[in-house]
Structures are given as structure tokens and as C-alpha cells.
């Protein structure tokens, strides 16, 4: 499968990054050389061969539901760029009116 | 000879002889970090020289009234920078986490903390664990102490470098594809990525999940054990840590392998791998052989579609894990934009360094509608194949031998510019990881260019103890004492 600039800029906005389109040309080409490598999974015969979505040797953990340790606000918030009180601050992002 | 050249074994013989204190051997670790770190680059912070020796004499003091010391009392460790610290930051060697102090302790640092080791400092990575070469950092890249033109591998560069260097005894590294052992080949320790589930990932900083394993690292067989009997068990803050019993995982040399089938797959030592590191592999087995073992060779028929089936679940989770990094509630957030979208994609833009990006992206486009079945589904299929060679193959063979790589540590720069061929480096580590099995590097020689050859042991989930017996019965016979060249001066070879 070919993968063009066009896809790539589309996988960004999916991805939240931002490229210029120098970078998007050299990571398409890159991206393209990987991608060529995994497509000979294709040769592999795979009837019936269920997906290994999880190695566990078990169904569920459960535990008594009731509280435990947990953090302070102070401590969830000690890492924050912004702070207003015990919230974490952003740029306004919605519309005023 | 010099406390940092001693190994696990001897330094636990010295302390609890009285030759040398915690304090002795806290203080010789920060000197020689402080003497060599400026070559190799191995931590990214280091303790505060006072609170450490504070902690070392605490130890001592308990021992001279003669109270119960843990199982790693006074030994210095060293601990990658993607294992979460309280107090001494944790930056994943990413812009995105300069300056992070995460709230709380890994438990795998808990745990060594419980066991008296004592922290000397953070270890370089190659960003978020995702690499093989240590180059990857923004910190800069790490120096192999073998020799400062290579590479020490990744992405736990900066725990190997260090333990190889005697800056540390032990060190914690983490092991997605190869990342624990790899490097420990390269630098010629001891390096293990314990079973799936064996020792808990709370703390952990989030890579790939249904892969990432913390694992130990050491000069000998002994202290990687130890590390990991103090490290290992069920945790309820982790759901994935199995509650399957920890045993005791050293045990005195006997001398003896009767009993023990070990497989080679053929594909192993064939095209593609150095001839020195096949022979040596070889030599291994002879060793083993004449320690009672009885050695055969296997088919590990689905092996050679291990680097794809890993490399698009490894990024696919990846893409997924790294979504939360959006400067609001912790890292770098950036600035001068006013839409929300724009400031995080600004913000992982600015954060991320390429090869970051690059995984994300590949993540990213697996798991995007129209390629989903292609990619992501079909890699996940094919690693149920894989998961069931090993299946068949632990029905004949107690564990299986393999070189750690195809070549010995590369040269910095060699991969930069080919991220396929960086990746194809890690053909006989990631089987483990896909399959969540057990496997250890060891030295098992050196190659005609003076550098470490890395044997790997695999076993099946749970069996450390098999791997454990087998890696120090041939640590013994083979009597191989590895020292990296004086870092000072270092070595550069051919």
C-alpha cells in the first residue's frame, strides 16, 4: 500500500502533531519504507487464527471497592503549567458568545 | 581492586565481612560518576551526594547494632529515567516531561527502597524507551564504556553504560522489544526482562502497554537475581502483575545442567549474524553441554515476522499511551497560540523529538479506519503464531539460546538516517516480548574487535528460576571476568 503526503498530513491531524511540509515529505518516505517491510505479514496464513489481544492467564482482578491511598490535590496538581486553585488551567477554547 | 569493579556477589561478601561500609560504596559510585559521567553521559541527575551517604549511613549503623538489613542493604543503584521517582523527576528523556516530579514512587522502587538499596541517580534512554541505541535522547546520546565511537544500545543505554562503568552496582531499566537486554549485551552485564506480569508497572511511564516489563541489570548473574526476587510480586495498583508465587531466585553454583534440554533455533545462527557472535553462541552451547545439558536445535517457524508483527502493536499502543501528553495537566505546554487543538498539537509538536513522532505516527495510521484490518489486526494474529512456536517449542526444551543481537554494539551515526535498519536490530529480542515470556543476556565472550557478544536465554512465563540456574551455571564454568576498558582513557576499537 502506497502511502502519499496527503495521507500523512490527514494521520497528523489524527495524531495531534504538526508538520512542515519538508518534515511531512521525509516522514512520508520513511513511513512508506516501514510500512513496505510490515506488508510481507501478508504472506502469512492466518485462517482461523484468532487476534492475541492479551497474553493474561486470566479474566479479572477484583479488589474490595473502598477507598484507599490516594493523592492530594496539591500533589495532582504540583506538575500542572497552570493552576487556578485545585483546577488545572487552560486558554479559553470555547466561543464567548 | 577498586570497590566499583567488584561485582554484586563480592560486594555483598565485603559488607557483610566489614572490608567496606554502604557509605564506602555510595561514595565511590557518586566519585566515579562524578569522574567518568562527563565521557559517557549515562544519567540524566544524579542524587544529592549527601542525602545518599545520609541513607548509607542509616544502613551502616543498623548493621554495626547488628538489626535486620533488607537483601540489597547498601548497594547503590541506578535507575532509568522512565521509572517514576518521587522527588527526583522522571523526564522519560523527552523535552515534553523536562522538569516532571512525579507524585508518587514506581513500586518497583518502593521495593528496592524496602530492600535498603540506595538511588545514586536517573539513567539516559533513548526518549519514552523508543530505540536501540541510546541516540534518541534529549539529553544527548550515551557512550559505550567498551568504546566512546559506539553505541551502548537502548533504549536502557544509560543503565547499562552505567553498571558496565561501576557507577552503579545494579541498575532498573524497562524492556518493550529488547530495551533491558540488548544493551546489556552491548555493554557486557547482565540484563533481564522478567515474564509479562512478573514485577508490577505502576510507575512505569506508559510506552507499549501489553509489552513493557521493568526489568534489572548487573555485572553478574547473582545481583540480577536478587534484584528481581525484590522487585517482582502482585501489586493492587497494577492489575496486570500476576500474583504467581516469587521464589528466591539465587542459589549457590552446582556445577550441573543434567536434566536441562535446551533448544537452538537454526535461524538464529545463520544468515545474517555475525560469524564470531554464531560461534560464540555455539560455544556457549558446548559449555552447556558439558555441564550435563542436553542441546538441540529447533524451528521457530513464525520468528522472522516478529519485527513487523511488534513494531506496528508496539507503536499502535504507543500512539494510543502518548495521547495523554497535552500540556494541560503536566510537561511542557506551549505557548503564543489560542485555539485548544492548535496548542496541544503545538505542544507535542515542540515536545516530542522525531523518532517519537515517527512511532506515533505509524501507531497511528495501523489503528486509522482503512487500515486497521491490514495492519494492526493482522500483526496481532500473527503474534498468536508466534505466541504458539514458543508453546510447541517449551514442550520439548527447558529454554532456548540465541545471540541478544546480530552484531555487537554499532558505531553512533551507523542507524540514524535508516529507521528500518535501527529496528531490524532487535530480531531475537522482541519474540519475547510478543510472546510474554522470560529472557536474560549474559556475556558470553568478546568479539575480535575487543567488544562484548551478548547470549540470550529465553524461558517460558514464570520459569526465571530455570533461566536463573542455567545463566549462573555457565557464568561459572565459562569464568568470563568482562571489564570495560578504564572509561577515562576509553577504548576504541577497530
Not at chain 2, 1 to 7: D, I
Not at chain 2, 154 to 167: D, F, I, L, N
Amino acid at each position: 500500500m502506497s502511502v502519499r503526503t496527503d495521507d500523512t498530513r490527514q494521520i497528523a491531524a489524527l495524531a495531534r502533531l504538526s508538520f512542515s511540509d519538508d518534515e511531512l515529505r521525509v516522514l512520508t518516505g520513511e513511513m512508506k519504507a516501514i510500512l513496505d517491510y510490515m506488508a510481507h505479514l501478508s504472506r502469512v496464513t492466518l485462517d482461523g487464527v484468532e487476534p492475541a489481544f492479551s497474553l493474561l492467564r486470566c479474566d479479572n482482578v477484583f479488589r474490595e471497592d473502598c477507598v484507599g491511598e490516594m493523592l492530594t490535590p496539591d500533589d495532582a496538581l504540583s506538575n500542572a503549567p497552570d493552576r487556578h486553585g485545585d483546577l488545572f488551567r487552560v486558554p479559553a477554547f470555547l466561543p464567548k458568545d | 581492586m577498586k570497590l566499583h569493579e567488584l561485582t554484586f556477589s563480592e560486594i555483598r561478601h565485603g559488607l557483610s565481612t566489614g572490608t567496606f561500609s554502604a557509605h564506602d560504596l555510595v561514595e565511590s559510585a557518586l566519585d566515579r560518576i562524578e569522574s567518568v559521567d562527563s565521557s559517557l553521559n549515562a544519567f540524566i541527575r544524579v542524587r544529592d551526594r549527601e542525602n545518599a551517604l545520609a541513607e548509607a549511613d542509616e544502613i551502616d549503623a543498623v548493621r554495626v547494632r547488628g538489626g535486620k538489613l533488607g537483601p540489597l542493604a547498601g548497594i547503590p543503584v541506578a535507575v532509568k529515567d522512565n521509572i517514576s521517582t518521587r522527588g527526583l523527576g522522571t523526564t522519560c528523556a523527552s523535552r515534553i516531561l523536562a522538569g516532571y516530579d512525579p507524585p508518587y514512587d514506581a513500586t518497583a522502587v518502593e521495593r528496592l527502597r524496602n530492600a535498603g538499596a540506595i538511588v545514586v541517580g536517573k539513567t539516559n534512554l533513548d526518549e519514552f524507551a523508543m530505540g536501540s541505541s541510546n541516540e534518541n535522547s534529549a539529553y544527548g546520546p550515551v557512550r559505550n564504556p567498551w568504546d566512546s565511537n559506539r553505541v551502548p544500545g537502548g533504549s536502557s543505554g544509560g543503565s547499562a553504560a552505567a553498571v558496565a562503568a561501576g557507577e552503579a552496582v545494579l541498575a532498573l531499566g524497562t524492556d518493550t522489544g529488547g530495551s533491558v537486554r540488548q544493551p546489556a549485551g552491548f555493554c557486557g552485564i547482565v540484563g533481564v526482562k522478567p515474564s509479562y506480569g512478573r514485577v508490577s508497572r505502576y510507575g512505569l511511564v506508559a510506552f507499549a502497554s501489553s509489552f513493557d516489563q521493568i526489568g534489572t541489570m548487573s555485572r553478574d548473574v547473582e545481583g540480577a537475581a536478587e534484584f528481581l526476587t525484590a522487585i517482582s510480586g502482585s501489586d493492587h495498583r497494577d492489575a496486570t502483575a500476576s500474583d504467581v508465587d516469587v521464589q528466591q531466585y539465587t542459589s549457590p553454583v552446582t556445577g550441573d545442567l543434567r536434566g536441562v534440554r535446551i533448544g537452538i533455533p537454526q535461524e538464529s545462527i545463520g544468515e545474517g549474524v555475525d560469524r564470531e557472535i554464531a560461534e560464540a553462541v555455539q560455544g556457549a552451547a558446548d559449555a552447556m553441554r558439558s555441564l550435563g545439558a542436553d542441546v538441540d536445535t529447533l524451528s521457530l517457524e513464525h520468528s522472522k515476522y516478529a519485527i513487523a508483527s511488534y513494531y506496528l502493536i508496539a507503536d499502535a499502543e504507543a500512539s494510543s499511551n502518548l495521547a495523554r501528553y497535552d500540556g494541560v495537566k503536566y510537561g511542557h505546554r506551549a505557548s503564543g497560540v489560542g485555539e485548544l487543538d492548535e496548542i496541544i498539537a503545538k505542544t507535542r509538536s515542540e515536545g516530542f523529538g522525531p523518532e517519537v513522532k515517527r512511532r506515533i505516527m505509524l501507531g497511528t495510521y495501523a489503528l486509522a479506519a482503512g487500515y486497521y484490518d491490514d495492519y494492526y489486526l493482522r500483526a496481532q494474529r500473527v503474534r498468536s503464531l508466534i505466541v504458539d512456536d514458543f508453546t510447541r517449542a517449551f514442550e520439548r526444551f527447558d529454554a532456548i539460546l540465541t545471540p541478544t543481537s546480530p552484531t555487537p554494539a554499532f558505531r553512533l551515526g551507523e542507524h540514524v538516517d535508516d529507521p528500518l535498519a535501527m529496528y531490524l536490530s532487535d530480531i531475537f529480542t522482541v519474540p519475547a516480548n510478543l510472546a510474554g515470556i522470560a529472557a536474560l543476556s549474559m556475556p558470553c565472550g568478546l568479539s575480535g574487535a575487543g567488544l562484548p557478544i551478548g547470549l540470550q536465554i529465553t524461558v517460558d512465563r514464570f520459569v526465571e528460576p530455570t533461566m536463573f540456574r542455567i545463566a549462573r551455571e555457565y557464568e561459572a564454568a565459562l569464568d568470563l571476568r568482562l571489564r570495560a576498558p578504564d572509561v577515562n582513557g576509553m577504548g576504541q576499537c577497530g
